[in-house]
């Protein structure tokens, strides 16, 4: 079993809709990251969390230590949102590197 | 100021041939990272440095993988008699310093096919 899963793997919603989407971890992380990939481009972080949640523009992150479970919302989604969304953990006593999710895919059609 | 920037952004190699990978972090972060994409996979960590010394390589998958940072600021990724199982996406990242609340920046990635 993976060290950090994510649900859906893939997603398709169109112009408009609320999205959620899902990151379950098995292990006590320092701090979990919400990260972009475009295809054949380059990752971008969005968000890094310990606690609480964060808000940037129509996107939202929320994490919830005690049920090792983290969410990534998009609001009024777009087209342009079509990307690969990858949780990622930074587990306790290992510093810095990060464990990553295997990614959610999400297409939005007009 | 600029990002983390890799080079070349595409490598292709025959099986058995030496590949060297470079990234250029961003301008005064001391951790650096390297991580492996494999097709339809999330990244797996393979090193990172902590100024010039590596303080995790417990990523690399074997002996023919070794990286270097002597200066502490540019870092290489040395693939040595590659094979076709090396066929990746090599991602490199950097940080301000190691450590849970730092943030780390990624940059574009080397596209590695070994024929």
């Known amino acids: 079993k993976n060290e950090v899963e994510q649900s859906p793997q893939n997603l398709t919603a169109q112009e408009g809709e609320f999205i959620t989407i899902n990151c379950s971890y098995s292990v006590g992380i320092s701090a979990l990251h919400w990260l972009q990939q475009h295809p054949g481009g380059g990752i971008v972080s969005l968000f890094m969390l310990s606690s609480g949640k964060k808000k940037h523009g129509r996107l939202i992150a929320t994490i919830n230590i005690q049920e090792k479970h983290s969410s990534l919302h998009i609001t009024a989604s777009h087209p342009r949102d079509s990307a690969v969304y990858i949780c990622a953990v930074k587990r306790v006593g290992t510093a810095s590197k990060l464990t990553f999710g295997t990614g959610t895919r999400l297409q939005v059609t007009l | 100021g600029a990002g983390v920037s890799q080079t070349p952004s595409n490598k292709v190699t025959e099986k058995g041939k030496y590949v060297e990978l470079r990234c250029d972090p961003i301008?005064?972060?001391?951790?650096l990272y390297w991580y492996r994409q494999s097709l339809g996979q999330g990244p797996e960590f393979l090193i990172y440095f902590q100024g010039t010394g590596a303080a995790d390589d417990s990523g690399l998958p074997n002996d023919r993988f070794f990286a270097v940072r002597p200066e502490g600021s540019v870092s290489t990724l040395k693939i040595q008699r590659t094979e076709r199982g090396d066929s990746a996406v090599y991602l490199c990242a950097s940080s301000f310093q190691a450590g849970g609340l730092y943030e780390q920046f990624f940059g574009p990635g080397t596209r590695l096919t070994v024929l």
């Open positions: 301008s005064g972060h001391t951790a």
